[in-house]
């Protein structure tokens, strides 16, 4: 009886047993949680692993980077779309840095300007952006070298927010990087020669190609001597031709380039010419700031007697009541200065003047007017700001493309490029004495 018992209580713990086992048996299996991906992440990671392996990799050559050119740049670099898109960039694009003909190699630059909005109204986007690129950056620091052949030299990137010189708001990544020398120092003259001079005749572009023409060579690394050889005999090669080609090739070229000494091997007939060029162009560029002609006694009268009406604009009456007004001439201790602006929401005044030490154009925008009590007018007017760009000494101007090859239809990007003033030379001034 006991044995039966036992039996009983074996078979009945082996179900059980059985039957806890076959219940894990058909437990269903533990989903894993969807992997989030940040595709902002992702797309600079995997782009910028491309670019740098690329880069390192002495098997690639430069133009493996380059798509279809977009244009030339001030510096006379021709700007290329990259065959490495970041994707969902406003463009990506590929130029030449600088040449460094003694150790044999090129300096190139591959830049993706991730973001462009207009100003002020995508702020956190173009700060939170910049965060992520830059924690991005930091994975690839060990490839960072100082120099070498196929090294990474820099990685970086920047934002542009509320700037004077723009109305959009952005992000931009670059990447510098060395390959091994791709041309001879013949072979990049020979190039470049077929390509500026016969473009120097243009009464539109001539002036302009005749300058990235001297920065082009500079940018190859050609050196000093060949270039003052080269400009001496395209000097003589083009008078024959078109004089004003010879006069923007001169009044362009770098500044050691002895243009009085090429001149001298002309005939007198050309360098008569030139002479005249050069005379039109002072002539044109003083036009501007010439004063107006006279006017008679009874105008002169009248605008005395409009100037002394009381003005209903609230503004323009605090500006009449100032004892020094916009457009004056100053001076204390220091140099002459000149009184640019006044706001009358800050009750400030803008002033201008030239720092001794470096030649450069100063502002200050906050001095008020007990700030300006130690100030007497004066007659003198050493130097004018530049109307044109406003004393920054440049402008932002659109780039421009040619909707197809051949085609006589252009279309405006987004893209902009700095240019150096032309009226002021970049200084944001006008020096009179």
């Not at 690639?60 to 700007?79: L, S």
């Not at 009541?321 to 006044?342: E, F, H, M």
Request: glycine letters at 6%; charged letters at 25%.
């Amino acid at each position: 009886m006991q044995q039966i018992r036992f039996f009983t209580f074996f078979i009945g713990c082996a179900l059980c047993v059985g039957l806890q086992a076959q219940k894990t048996l058909i437990k269903k299996p533990v989903e894993k949680p969807e992997v989030i991906r940040d595709t902002f992440a992702f797309n600079l990671l995997t782009t910028l692993d491309k670019v740098v392996r690329m880069a390192e990799d002495p098997a690639v050559a430069a133009a493996a980077f380059a798509g279809e050119q977009q244009g030339v740049a001030i510096n006379g670099a021709g700007e290329f779309n990259s065959a490495i898109m970041l994707p969902d960039a406003v463009s990506t694009i590929f130029k030449l840095d600088r040449t460094d003909r003694q150790n044999g190699t090129t300096t190139w630059e591959w830049k993706a300007v991730i973001y462009n909005f207009p100003k002020e109204q995508q702020l956190q986007v173009v700060v939170d952006g910049e965060k992520k690129v830059d924690s991005v950056i930091t994975a690839f620091g060990k490839h960072i070298k100082e120099s070498g052949t196929n090294a990474i030299l820099q990685i970086s990137a920047w934002k542009w927010i509320n700037e004077s010189y723009t109305d959009k708001d952005g992000l931009a990544l670059a990447v510098r990087f060395t390959k091994k020398l791709h041309n001879t120092e013949q072979g990049a003259i020979d190039s470049l020669v077929r390509l500026y001079p016969p473009l120097f005749a243009d009464p539109v572009a001539g002036s302009d190609c005749a300058e990235k023409f001297g920065k082009a060579l500079e940018l190859e690394g050609i050196s000093r001597d060949k270039v003052s050889a080269l400009y001496s005999s395209l000097a003589r090669d083009l008078t024959g031709k078109n004089i004003k080609a010879v006069f923007n090739l001169l009044i362009q070229a770098p500044y050691f380039v002895d243009y009085k000494k090429i001149k001298t091997e002309l005939v007198y007939s050309q360098q008569e010419a030139l002479t005249k060029m050069a005379q039109s162009a002072v002539d044109d560029y003083n036009a501007q700031y010439n004063p107006p002609p006279k006017q008679d006694v009874v105008t002169l009268k009248k605008k005395e007697i409009e100037k002394e009406k009381i003005p209903t604009d609230p503004c323009e009456k605090e500006k009449l009541a100032l004892r020094i007004k916009p457009g004056s001439y100053v001076q204390s201790n220091g140099p002459v200065s000149y009184v640019k602006d006044y706001s009358c929401q800050y009750h400030t005044y803008t002033v201008c003047w030239i720092e001794e030490k470096t030649n450069h154009l100063k502002t200050a925008t906050d001095v008020t007017s007990a700030g300006m009590e130690g100030y007497r007018i004066t007659n003198a007017a050493p130097f004018y700001v530049c109307d044109r760009c406003q004393g920054q000494g440049y402008s932002m101007e659109y780039d421009w493309v040619q909707m197809a090859s051949g085609s006589s239809h252009y279309a405006r990007t987004n893209r902009q490029t700095q240019y150096s003033c032309g009226t002021c030379k970049g200084a944001g001034y006008i020096k009179i004495r």
